[in-house]
């Protein structure tokens, strides 16, 4: 049985990228394979779609590209060309941030912080999103009275949520407050923040309306916060076919009972676990087959009535009481907008019949490691007969867990050595978050692809300038 196909959504640019078989081949040549690729212009539209959304529901915003979900240069200059904000999580993407143009007053750094990086923060005059009651202590200690640093209180323990490990409970908000209010000489409340692990639309209207009651609270305590954070965590739209992820989830399932053709290799269950003749729990998965995209997900948000305040609307509320809303995408903001192409070396046929591609470049490239690529890779092959089939796409290191895909694929063809293969809509953490350099194995490169005058432009990735010709 050749297993149900999962073929991957992608964005018409970098469609149109992907059709000249030769300028494809012309990157492996000029930048090697791997390599990951990054369209800029893509980043452009969905920071498009996003603005749409909110221009038409006359909301104050901000957005903050989370400069944490991609290393990429020419993603963050992009931002910064666009006049967009950026979300920073460590010194280092602070100082490549400064370095991309980011003044200090568009620069929010948010994550867990230790004293040297607070005291970074402070340096470069940027906002800080304190993340616990030891951060805000720390600030009020480190900071010289009289120039009160702008903070916002990232707040968590809504009803309903997962507990986080992040952020302050609200039933500490009040001593957040108290801390606050006793030196309002060295910290400035700009408001609350919340980032939750979901992007369910419900939890999301409870947080805001949690933190509308805090901004209450703090008004009572003469404070005056004006802006309402409410992170990032929009979803991606990973796969051009949801049914057809969902009939591969289930062939998945029935080979893992034995019931059919088994399309997983070795042990492997994905998180499922089999007992009494069934499938249990559920796959460790993107949600590739989400089809919600982020603008409309921030839509359903904004629309939303919120409890409490006579049913109006989450927007409306916000635009009401002169708030700010800011927001930290960054999946939904490099959706689309990157891929990563490696090539064939060989194939072989391995002990238990299966068929193993080998590519130059390691899972860990493409994907975290507890994770497991559930949109098809797309083979470039050269035209010729051939018929469909299933294959399992193997990686570079001499380590057993270094497959690719531990689930079988289908291909239209055989692939061939040399033939490129693409992992489409890596851009989001894919590319960065445990790319493998063992055995001496260097990093892939990163290069921009822009379209101008008609034609496909390459560019280095540190080298991009929006706006150079």
Known sequence: MIPP????????????????????????????????????????????ALRGVLDGRSVRYRICYAHKVNR??????????????????????????????????????????????????????????????????TLAEIVAPGSAVPV?????????????????????????????VRFRDRLRLLGFAFHLDTAATTERVTAVGDCLELIERAYAHGLAPTVLDIGGGLRQVFTADAQ???????????????????????????????????????????KYANTETAPALLAELLDSPLPGHGGRAVGSVLADNLLELWL??????????????????????????ATLVHLDLSRDTVTAADQEVLIDPIVLSEEGESEPAGVYFAGHLCLERDLITQRQVRVSRMPEPGDPVV????AAYHMDLSAAQASMHPAPARVAVLHRDGRFVLCPDADYRPGDR
């Open 5 to 48: 196909a999962v073929p991957a959504a992608v964005h018409p640019l970098v469609a149109a990228f992907l059709a000249d078989r030769d300028g494809v081949r012309e990157v492996l040549r000029c930048f090697g394979s791997p390599v990951h690729l990054v369209f800029p212009q893509v980043f452009t539209d969905n920071l498009a």
């Open 72 to 137: 990429s240069a020419a993603f963050l200059r992009t931002a910064a060309h666009a006049g967009i904000a950026v979300d920073v999580a460590s010194a280092q993407e602070l100082r490549s941030a400064v370095g991309a143009g980011f003044a200090p007053e568009l620069i929010e750094v948010t994550g867990p912080k230790g004293a040297a990086m607070l005291r970074t923060a402070l340096a470069a005059g940027v906002t800080i999103n304190v993340d616990n009651l030891w951060e805000l202590a």
């Open 152 to 180: 916002l209180l990232r707040v968590s323990g809504f009803p309903g949520s997962s507990p986080s490990r992040f952020g302050i409970d609200l039933r500490d908000a009040g001593a957040a407050l108290d801390l606050l």
């Open 244 to 286: 057809g992820y969902h009939a591969y989830d289930h062939a998945l399932r029935v080979g893992l009972l034995g019931r059919g053709p088994a399309m997983h290799w070795g042990n492997n269950t994905f998180g499922y676990h089999v007992a009494d003749g069934m499938v249990h729990g559920g796959p460790v998965f993107h």
């Open 328 to 353: 930290e995408p960054g999946k939904s903001l490099v959706d689309h907008a990157g891929i990563t192409v490696a090539q064939v070396e060989f194939v072989k046929r391995a002990g238990n019949g």
């Open 423 to 426: 992992f489409a809509n890596t």
